[in-house]
């Protein structure tokens, strides 16, 4: 058998420790090292073989990974750690600033491309899954309509965004779509209805003692790209509300393809997720599409892609023929 993809992890929040746990599940994969700005000896990893480091250290580690996974948040995150560590190692990463993907893809492709490595971006359910599904429906029924449902459940993107507020010591946002638009859609009555009248968003905050609430809930509410364009309530409650009534993670959705066919016949076809782990779930994608770049980057396949670019073979461990056989 052919020696195990050696993997890294930037960052252990809750989609590095669930990124942890995916490659552990993995037959073909094994974790080699996480890398944390926060003090290594403050973080709970319990495997003896596996290197805990400061981020600082990553350089040094180029030869003893093969794919390095990014597990940082999209705000701010993302955008300067990526292009740096694509300019070392194959990278995968979960940036979900949809309006700003074309500049994300930019800045990686360029640091990727100079160094010969490969960056899959923007991989986890939407973007991600979800993507795969708009596009191959569309492709499917040219004749009409897609439409996008998130929730109810906790988003992680949102919920590092309103975090970083200044005065927000804690919180959370959950997406909730509107189940009314949702039956007109599977009705195939395709409704005409902006993405901000599928949802609605609605934050949990723990505000720092004196922080002016006014001003944070009107930050919130204008952020670009998160909840500018959404009917958005802010609450403000206390560290245990907020630890006994919104630690789990749960999240979901549906992508539906409204269309016709042929002699005006009606075609639905629908792909949805019901999560108890959002990050648990979005760091699995993360883990199958670093095999991806790894067989991709030994192929000679380089730069940034993103999951229009890889082929389903590409993330399996199973065999071409193996695939042909069992799955075709």
Known sequence: MDSKIKVGIVGYGNLGKGAAAAVNQQTDMELTAIFSRRDPQTLNVSDPNVYVLHVDDAKQYQEQIDVMILCGGSATDLPEQAPAFAEMFNTVD??????????????????????????????????GMFSLNRVMSEALLPK???????????????????????????????????????????????????????????????????????????????????????????????????KENHA????????????????????????????????????????????????????????AKTVYDVAPAYISPKSQAELRRDYL
Not at 99 to 118: L, M, N, Q, R
Not at 159 to 169: C, L, N, P
Not at 212 to 223: G, L, N, P, S, W
């Open 94 to 127: 979960s940036y979900d600033t949809h309006a700003k993907i074309p500049e994300y893809f930019a800045a990686v492709d360029k640091a990727a491309h100079a160094s010969g490595k490969t960056s899959i971006i923007s991989v986890g359910w939407d973007p």
């Open 144 to 242: 009409g309509e897609t439409y996008t449902f998130w929730g109810k459940g906790l988003s992680q993107g949102h919920s590092d965004a309103v975090r970083r507020v200044d005065g927000v010591k804690n919180g959370v946002q959950y997406t909730i779509p509107s189940e009314k638009v949702m039956e007109q859609v599977r009705n195939g009555e395709n409704p005409s209805v902006s993405k901000s009248d599928r949802h609605v968003r609605t934050c949990y905050i723990v505000p720092e003692e004196g922080a002016d609430t006014a001003r944070i809930e009107q930050e919130i509410k204008t952020m670009p790209n998160y909840f500018d364009e959404y009917e958005t309530t802010v609450y403000f409650i206390s560290e245990a509300e907020l």
């Open 248 to 303: 789990a993670m749960p999240h979901g959705g549906f992508v539906i393809r409204s269309g016709k066919t042929g002699s005006n016949n009606h075609q639905i076809v629908e792909y949805s997720l019901n999560l108890d782990s959002n990050p648990e779930f979005t760091s699995s994608v993360l883990v199958a599409y670093a095999r991806a770049a790894y067989r991709m980057s030994a192929e000679g396949i380089h730069g």
